[in-house]
Every structure is written in C-alpha cells, then in structure tokens.
C-alpha cells in the first residue's frame, strides 16, 4: 500500500505471498507521488531501492537490516511516524472480508480492499 503522509491510502499492490516485500515496492515506485520522505520498514531495506529514491528526489527512511554490513542512516525521529500507515492497515482490516480474505480471486479481493479504503478514508 502506498499511502500519503496522513495516512490515507493512494496505491494498492497485491503480490504473491512467496514475493518480497522490497520486489512489490518497485512496482509502486513508479506511481509514486511528489514527495520528500519515504517510510519503510526493514523489509524494504534494498540498496537499489534506497537509490532508486534518491534519484527521484526522495529522502528514505527506512531503518537497516540486522545483518548489513555498512547500516545505512535514517531520522529515527520521522520514522516514528510511520504509525498512520500500521493504523491504515488497522482500519482496513476492521472488514471482515478484508481481515478474513474471503476472496480467493486475487482480482475480486484487491477490489475489496480498494472498495473499503474508499468508504474508510476518502468519503
């Protein structure tokens, strides 16, 4: 999910289970907004992904893996924001068929979700 610094949310990716979560952020990239900062956990720490950016003009935060070797700096301060994301996640999965995943279609449960994000956040 792509979402912008209020939390609401502009994009939607559904991948498959066995896919990273950093492969699924390079598909969003290029419907990526103007922005200054992106938040990311340590699942979307890529160094091809922190350039990819950085040559859009973009400031990532997104704190280092464990087992890098050279860790890379992030504001630990801004980070701390990344909270309205986990609550659009949250707010999301206060329907039931999103929670659940009633739809085994992948199509029909990606309309769902976008479906309940627009009565949730934008009307």
Not at 1 to 7: E, F, H, I, T, V
Not at 51 to 57: A, Q, V, Y
Not at 72 to 98: M, Q
Request: aromatic content about 12%; some cysteine; glycine content about 8%.
């Amino acid at each position: 999910m792509l979402s912008d610094g209020k939390g609401r949310p502009l994009n939607f990716f559904l991948s498959p289970g066995q896919m990273a979560d950093s492969r699924g952020a390079l598909v969003l990239l290029r419907h990526l907004p103007p922005a200054k900062h992106f938040l990311g956990d340590k699942a979307y720490d890529a160094d091809w992904l922190r350039d990819g950016l950085e040559d859009r003009g973009i400031c990532p935060c997104i704190p280092p893996r464990k087992k890098r070797k050279k860790p890379a700096r992030y504001n630990k301060r801004l980070y701390r924001k990344r909270y309205r994301i986990e609550n659009a996640f949250g707010r999301l999965k206060d329907w039931r068929g999103v929670a659940t995943r009633y739809e085994r279609c992948g199509d029909i449960f990606l309309n769902a979700i976008i479906l309940a994000a627009i009565v949730i956040f934008w009307i």
